[in-house]
């Protein structure tokens, strides 16, 4: 008998990376996983959803902003796993490029936060590992 508790199989996922003027968009989980972190915003991939309807519809659900998505500039896997090994969460993450079409930002209940930062303001932020190195990828942080 499977323990529902536990994931049977991974989700997939997209992010949005938003640049403007010189910062990105960057949202602060409120809920596990990577509660309390700040990444780019995004979330699951519904049933015939494609990733770039996904992370418009995300962006704009998390913070208020309407967003053009692009194309994948980034693949990774997030898995968490309990103190006995078992999975709680894991998601296959497809980060797309996007661009800032419209909106003031408004966080959502899924969130804690949300904003526009440049480098040295992300570099002061707690971020997730996978943003970091994300946005170093992409000289972001330099």
């Known amino acids: 008998m499977i323990n529902s508790k536990f994931i049977t199989a991974p989700k997939a996922a997209a992010g949005a990376v938003v640049l403007e003027e ?35 519809r995300e962006t704009l659900e998390e913070t208020g902003l309407i967003i053009k998505a692009k194309e994948p500039v980034h693949t990774f896997d997030l898995i968490e796993r309990d103190s006995d090994g078992k999975i709680l969460f894991h998601y296959v993450i497809i980060d797309l490029l996007a661009e800032y079409v419209e909106g003031e930002i408004r966080p959502a209940d899924d969130v804690s936060d949300a904003g526009w930062f440049n480098p040295s303001d992300v570099e002061k932020l707690d971020i997730t590992e996978t943003t970091k190195y994300l946005l170093g990828k992409m000289e972001f942080l330099g």
């Not at 596990?32 to 494609?50: D, S």
């Open 22 to 56: 010189g910062k990105v968009l960057l949202v602060k989980r409120k809920y596990p996983p990577q509660k309390g972190k700040w990444a780019i915003p995004g979330g699951l991939v519904k049933l015939g959803e494609t990733l770039q309807e996904a992370a418009e």
